[in-house]
């Protein structure tokens, strides 16, 4: 009888994706386009913010504040505004992995701001001088930002051409072939059998066999198969 060998192969639907010709792997680009648009969007927008605070000569640390494209801004404000517009350009030049992160980052950022801030409005603690429209504005760039950074990201199950798709470790094992049909139940039983048999030294000559061949192969399923082959027609 002659039996067909099975190797030990990994298969696995969260494999690495095929780099490309010049080394960088292959994925999905439209994710990192939906990201990158997103981020450059925002970033334009509290850049000018920014940028018409400064052409004003607000004052520093003013909690009064005065109003910029419908909010109110002061120097502080306006600082952090041209500071995060540059920190959201960098990141959507960047990998994908970067600008998604970042965007995470300060989205919720954003949101933490427009908590704090809406607790210290008319207060001496408002050091941004933010007004309701400023924290209406917080709101809504940080859920922005943190959709547009978990867009392809955030997922249980993520396909192989995606940035964020983990490859699977060499040393990890794939997951186990369990019996389905009545032969490979059977199988299983006369396997467990054969292997005590040659634990306890009164294995037969067919087990011995079995079991050497087994002994070639390393997953459960790939040595039932190999088991099974000594039950098929001679080839």
């Not at 494999?15 to 997103?38: H, K, L, N």
């Not at 009545?182 to 000559?205: I, K």
């Amino acid at each position: 009888m002659q039996l067909r060998h099975f190797p030990h192969r990994r298969t696995t639907g969260n494999s690495e994706p095929a780099p490309t010709g010049d080394g960088a792997p292959a994925y999905d680009a439209r994710i990192f386009i939906v990201q990158r648009i997103g981020a450059l969007a925002v970033a334009a927008v509290i850049l000018l913010f920014g940028l018409l605070g400064f052409a004003g000569g607000l004052d520093f640390f003013s909690t009064d504040g005065e109003p910029i494209l419908g909010m109110s801004s002061n120097g502080l404000l306006s600082t952090i505004s041209v500071l995060t517009a540059v920190v959201l350009v960098v990141a959507a030049l960047r990998s994908p992995r970067v600008a998604s992160t970042v965007m995470i980052v300060v989205g919720t950022l954003f949101l933490l701001s427009a908590l704090a801030n809406l607790a210290a409005l008319r207060t001496s603690f408002n050091v941004l001088a933010f007004e309701m429209e400023n924290v209406v504005f917080s709101v809504v760039a940080g859920l922005v930002l943190l959709l547009l950074g978990a867009y392809g990201r955030v997922s249980g199950n993520l396909p192989a051409d995606s940035p964020y798709a983990r490859p699977v470790p060499d040393d990890v094992d794939p997951p186990e072939s369990f019996p389905s049909t009545p032969a490979e139940f059977a199988a299983e039983r006369a396997m467990r059998e054969a292997e005590l048999a040659m634990v306890n030294h009164v294995a037969t000559e067919d087990q011995r066999r079995r079991v050497a061949a087994m002994a070639e192969v390393h997953s459960r399923g790939d040595r039932r198969r190999v088991w099974m082959e000594f039950d098929g027609p001679s080839s």
